[in-house]
Nanobody, 118 residues
Framework: QVQLVESGGGLVQAGGSLRLSCAASGRTFSSYRMGWFRQAPGKEREFVASISWSYNTYYADSMKGRFTISRDNAKNTVYLQMNSLKPEDTAVYYC????????????WGQGTQVTVSS
């Protein structure tokens, strides 16, 4: 069982930056692929980025070059650095975890709100 707790959301002006953190419980954090997803009001949840146990990263096309995912296995934490934020980045951001070979993410955090003002 893995518990995930996100933090770092807030209100920022367009063009600004935020860094989200996701702290995970459990002794096998380093074995999981970690992902960030987001859900804007009235829209479906969408993939943002993921990072494997071996630090391979993958991004949604619209986030490439602006967002950076990283992990610190010693701290059981995954991060999402978000730069050049746009109003359309406003959403609840969720952290998720899964074993690499699983299709679906198994564990989810409660989400953190990011609001970008124009």
């Amino acid at each position: 069982q893995v518990q995930l707790v996100e933090s770092g959301g807030g209100l920022v002006q367009a063009g600004g930056s935020l860094r989200l953190s996701c702290a995970a419980s459990g002794r096998t954090f380093s074995s999981y692929r970690m992902g960030w997803f987001r859900q804007a009001p009235g829209k479906e949840r969408e993939f943002v980025a993921s990072i494997s146990w071996s630090y391979n990263t993958y991004y949604a096309d619209s986030m490439k070059g602006r967002f950076t995912i990283s992990r610190d296995n010693a701290k059981n934490t995954v991060y999402l650095q978000m730069n050049s934020l746009k109003p359309e980045d406003t959403a609840v951001y969720y952290c998720a975890a899964k074993f690499e070979l699983r299709t679906d993410y198994e564990y989810w955090g409660q989400g953190t709100q990011v609001t970008v003002s124009s």
